[in-house]
Nanobody, 125 residues
Framework: QVQLVESGGGMVQAGGSLRLSCAASGRTISSYRMGWFRQAPGKEREFVAG????????AYADSVKGRFTISRDNAKNTVDLQMNSLKPEDTAVYYCAADLGGRYVSTRDYDYDYWGQGTQVTVSS
C-alpha cells in the first residue's frame, strides 16, 4: 500500500504561484508513475500533469501547459507541482495519484490505484 499526502494548497491572487507537494509513504515510489488531477465544484475530475517513474517523461493538460511543471524526487519519495501564472479557473481540489505501471505517463484517472486526500487551491481574480 502507498499512502499519499498532498500539501501546499491555499489561496492566491490571479497571476500568482503555488507549489504543491505530494509525500508518499508505505513504499518507495521510484517504480510508480505519478499524476496530479483536479476537481472543481460541479465538474468531473480532470488530468493536470503526469510523470513516469524516472522523471524522463511528462505530460500536461493543454490548459496548464507552459504554466505548471511536475517533478519528482525519488530519493525523498515526493512529487511536486509548480503552478505559475495561476488563473481563477485553476481553482479546484488537487489530488496526487500513483500507479505501479511506471514506464509511461498516463492521463487516465482509472489507471491510478492510489490517491491522496486532496488539497484546495483557490485563485481569486
Amino acid at each position: 500500500q502507498v499512502q499519499l499526502v498532498e500539501s501546499g494548497g491555499g489561496m492566491v491572487q490571479a497571476g500568482g504561484s503555488l507549489r504543491l507537494s505530494c509525500a508518499a509513504s508505505g513504499r518507495t515510489i521510484s517504480s510508480y508513475r505519478m499524476g496530479w488531477f483536479r476537481q472543481a465544484p460541479g465538474k468531473e475530475r480532470e488530468f493536470v500533469a503526469g510523470i513516469n517513474w524516472s522523471g524522463g517523461s511528462t505530460a500536461y493538460a493543454d490548459s496548464v501547459k507552459g504554466r505548471f511543471t511536475i517533478s519528482r524526487d525519488n530519493a525523498k519519495n515526493t512529487v511536486d507541482l509548480q503552478m505559475n501564472s495561476l488563473k481563477p479557473e485553476d481553482t479546484a481540489v488537487y489530488y496526487c495519484a500513483a500507479d505501479l505501471g511506471g514506464r509511461y505517463v498516463s492521463t487516465r484517472d482509472y489507471d491510478y490505484d492510489y490517491w491522496g486526500q486532496g488539497t484546495q487551491v483557490t485563485v481569486s481574480s
